[in-house]
């Protein structure tokens, strides 16, 4: 609320400037002065470390081969604060993909950095063995914000091994093994949780999720079926709907097709099914109103537990709820979380209930840097930060104004084939034309990223097909933010009508 009382006296001025945009249709925007970043008083330090050429060098022989580099030339990031990052040079970006959906309420936050430090000078690590207070302190803050009974919680370093966890702990708790999750779903690159993950390009060729089945995700725009009224979104698809008033065809249809896996796929009894409440890497898809509560349903008649990834939708991100799955108006049996969890630092976590825990006491079950007391110091003060700062009301309110905008864009550009989401974790798909809504060429949406990036605008990109442009930022930006990213995102767009006249 704060960061959004903060930009309310610029907005005026951003207004006028993305109305000035809009008249841009067939004018040469290309050689027009790109959008002016919004001011900032905090100096980056003077960069003295390795030059841009060596790391690059550096990079290509000793890094993991397989790491994607952003942009056709590589960012190299010197500084961060708050919803900026500063490269080698000096030069400002406004964050508008939070390092993957990870710095939640900003990048080197005041109040998480002291806390940092002040753990740092007291104690880095002690594995939970002994008895230390950020872990338990941490724990009993963290439990709170969570409904009935999901209060027990396991620490982990990082989302993937925290679904790892929960897989296993399904199964222990079941006895049954097999677990669904949609397509397009992501929930991991460990060996163990890469069956739950259903996008192409992170499947390698070996042996790997057995007993993992993936279903129909009900994607109400991509997908089968849907309507203009399906999505928990201020902004909805432009497909027809002809539902009566309390009805929804899509979700029947879905659920028809997640009855038939039943029928079909796995035995009688399952595991569990692990769902994003909105889907991240697969392009921040949405699902029709109700359907995952009676997903729920089906999947708990079949014995299984309902597995709830809150790692990117989770600590308020959605604006509405401090929880992804709250807004579907389900309770899971496990809730996994990580990225914003500690903004940026690794730390993740498990949370289920008594019952379901119990099922670890089985053997000995133990995490050497999960809940340390450097991470708990760290959680603590994110959750600190996110009560004291507002975040859970700036992500409603700049949510809401982002939306809107892109919306408009949606009716301006072709290209522009949907618009969706909720509070800050937000999708917008490209396509060659709205009606076969073929995803835009790589080439194309690259054109577009490299301008917004050019003009000093940071989002991401998503997808199954990587059609889909991820804005996902830190719970700190201001309304001044948010029109200056609607600025260049129009800029962008029209440099590419203009490329591409017929």
């Not at 001025?13 to 945009?21: C, E, N, P, T």
């Not at 080698?88 to 430090?117: Q, W």
């Not at 760290?378 to 004291?388: F, K, M, P, Q, Y």
């Amino acid at each position: 609320m704060l960061a959004v009382a903060r930009g309310l006296a610029r907005a005026r001025g951003g207004d006028r400037q993305v109305r000035a945009l809009h008249g841009l249709a067939s004018a040469s925007s290309r050689s027009a002065e790109p959008p002016t970043l919004p001011p900032c008083s905090f100096q980056p330090q003077p960069y003295e470390s390795m030059s841009y050429e060596r790391m690059c060098a550096v990079r290509s022989a000793h890094l993991n081969p397989a790491l994607v580099s952003y942009f056709s030339r590589p960012l190299l990031l010197h500084q961060g604060h708050m919803q900026w990052l500063w490269d080698e040079h000096g030069r400002r970006y406004l964050d508008f993909f939070a390092g993957i959906v990870t710095v939640s309420v900003g990048h080197c936050h005041p109040t998480v950095t002291r806390a940092a430090k002040a753990q740092l000078s007291r104690l880095w690590h002690s594995t939970n063995i002994y008895l230390h207070p950020p872990v338990h302190e941490y724990a009993e803050k963290l439990a709170a914000l969570l409904p009935e009974p999901l209060k027990v919680i396991y620490f982990t370093n990082s989302g993937s091994e925290a679904n790892d966890l929960a897989m296993f702990m399904a199964r222990a708790y079941t006895g049954n093994f097999d677990i669904l999750s949609f397509r397009g779903g992501y929930h991991g690159a460990s060996p163990y949780t890469m069956g739950l993950t259903n996008v192409g390009s992170y499947k390698y060729s070996v042996p790997n999720g057995f007993g993992c089945h993936a279903v129909m995700c009900p994607d109400v725009y991509r997908g089968l079926w849907g309507g203009a009224h399906c999505r928990d979104s201020p902004v909805q698809t432009t497909r027809p709907c002809a539902c009566a008033h309390g009805s929804c065809q899509a979700q029947d249809n879905y659920l028809e097709q997640l009855a038939e896996v039943f029928a079909t796929s796995v035995p009688k009894k399952v595991a569990g099914f692990f769902a994003e409440s909105i889907q991240g890497v697969g392009g921040s898809v949405q699902y029709p109103r109700g359907y995952l509560a009676e997903a729920y349903r089906m999947v708990r008649a079949r014995g299984g537990l309902c597995i709830a990834d809150e790692v990117q939708t989770g600590f308020g991100r959605l604006g509405s709820h401090m929880w992804g799955f709250e807004s579907h108006g389900v309770v899971p049996d496990i809730v996994t979380m990580a990225k914003g969890i500690g903004n940026g630092f690794p730390l993740a976590a498990v949370v289920t209930s008594a019952e379901v825990a119990s099922v670890m006491s089985q053997a000995l079950h133990f995490n050497t840097f999960g809940g340390s007391p450097l991470a708990c110091a760290v959680g603590s003060a994110v959750l600190d930060v996110i009560e004291e700062d507002g975040t859970q009301a700036v992500c409603s309110e700049a949510g809401g104004r982002l939306l809107a905008g892109l919306a408009r864009f949606r009716d301006e550009f072709e290209v522009v084939g949907d618009v969706r989401g909720k509070g800050l974790m937000i999708g917008v798909e490209l396509v060659t034309d709205k009606a076969s809504r073929t995803p835009l060429p790589a080439a194309q949406i690259n054109e577009i990223w490299e301008d917004c990036r050019e003009m000093s605008l940071l989002i991401g990109k998503g997808g199954v097909y990587g059609q889909v442009f991820r804005i996902k930022p830190p719970m700190c930006i201001t309304t001044a933010d948010v029109d200056f990213a609607l600025a260049v995102m129009h800029r962008a767009l029209s440099n590419h009508r203009e490329r591409h006249a017929a």
